[in-house]
Nanobody, 122 residues
């Protein structure tokens, strides 16, 4: 069982930055691959970034590549999403997810956080 709690969301102007954190419970965090997903109003949840348990493999959605950075600290049971050059279209609820399988697909993640709102004003 893994419990995930996101934090760090908020309101920011276009071009600004935010850093999201996702704290995980449990002793086996380092065995889980982690993903960030987002859901904008009226839209389906979509993949943002994923990092394998070791940190040696990372994937990004094309829409955030070059602007967002995913990282993890297994000693702190935490995964991060550094978001730079934010755009109004990045506005969404951001969710972190965990699973032993490394994937970019929503269906492959078993554990989910409650989400944190990110709003980017123009």
């Amino acid at each position: 069982q893994v419990t995930l709690v996101e934090s760090g969301g908020g309101l920011v102007q276009a071009g600004g930055s935010l850093r999201l954190s996702c704290a995980a419970s449990g002793r086996t965090f380092s065995a889980y691959s982690m993903g960030w997903f987002r859901q904008a109003p009226g839209k389906e949840r979509e993949f943002v970034a994923a990092i394998i348990w070791s940190g040696f493999s990372i994937h990004y959605a094309d829409s955030v590549k070059g602007r967002f950075t995913i990282s993890r600290d297994n000693a702190k049971n935490t995964v991060y999403l550094e978001m730079n050059s934010l755009k109004p279209e990045d506005t969404a609820v951001y969710y972190c997810a965990a699973d032993r399988t490394y994937s970019v697909l929503i269906k492959d993640y078993r554990y989910w956080g409650q989400g944190t709102q990110v709003t980017v004003s123009s």
